[in-house]
């Protein structure tokens, strides 16, 4: 099968699979869930500001998760998908002017350098190749424009999780992550009647590649016309269990979970492998 055969079944999969998941897929997906919402937020506040930018190029918006929360800085969003179900679930209320399109982010054409702000939140893990979007995000981006992704599978990881035994005895905090690697295909399977290699090509940066690595992911970013890329790392190992701890107060877990991420982030490179997610800005 060529390239190019592979890359377009990778779309199939992922039309498949979330034209499936579309009616659900906010109320089950947990980067919908306050504490992160309000990271993203922090972001994107950090991203608008710095850029003073008006107009946004969400690619792979799903659901609308980063229009929700951009609207409230951006005068324009532009939000591209190759799901209509997905796009049908977008909120667009408010103020901003959101405008919506059914294409692959690969090929999507778009005017250079008529964008302040792309975003492409825990998208890129759905694609064959991510060059190809790389280079659409870096033509769509102004000089000074930047480029936010994240919530993408840190290939260290999941490495360290694929290399442990599932059947040997652990805590339940490392068991949980062991199943979310090997078991998630036969839950979609089981729950939405999903078969598991559709499940799969859709993740097919996760599933077959295995993640994305710091190295790797910057060299690609360089490649496709970005200046300065800024890699971080997000949610470690046993962070759920620090904010959902009903012995302390909400305040309490998420200043104890700070503290535990701000100590380990010290700790890079050596501590990159307990941070399940990879993400980035890169600016024009």
Sequence with gaps: MAASDDYQRVIRANQKLHTVLASSYNETEPHFRAENSAHVDEQLRKIFSA????????????????????????????????????????????DAVIRLHVADTGSFSVQEGSYDVVTAYSFLHHLYDIEPTLRNAAKALRAGGKFYADLEPNFYFWRAISDLNPNDEYDFVVKRE??????????????????????????????????????????????????????????????????????????ERVAMADVFAETLI????LTRQLFKYIGFVATR
């Design 266 to 269: 010290r700790g890079l490179p």
């Design 178 to 251: 062991i199943d979310s690697v090997v078991e998630k295909d036969t839950e979609i399977q089981k729950r939405f009647r999903v078969d598991k290699d559709t499940f799969n090509h859709a993740e097919y940066g996760k599933a077959f590649l295995g993640g994305f690595a710091h190295e790797r992911l910057t060299e690609q970013l360089l490649a496709a016309g970005f200046k300065d890329v800024e890699i971080f790392y997000y949610w470690f190992l046993g962070q759920a269990e620090l904010v959902n701890d009903s012995r302390r107060t909400p305040a």
């Design 51 to 94: 850029t003073n930018g008006r107009r946004l190029l969400d690619l792979g918006c799903g659901t609308g998760f980063i229009i929700n929360i951009a609207k409230k800085y951006a005068k324009e969003v532009d939000g591209v998908d190759v799901t209509e179900a997905m796009l049908q679930r977008v909120d667009r209320s408010g």
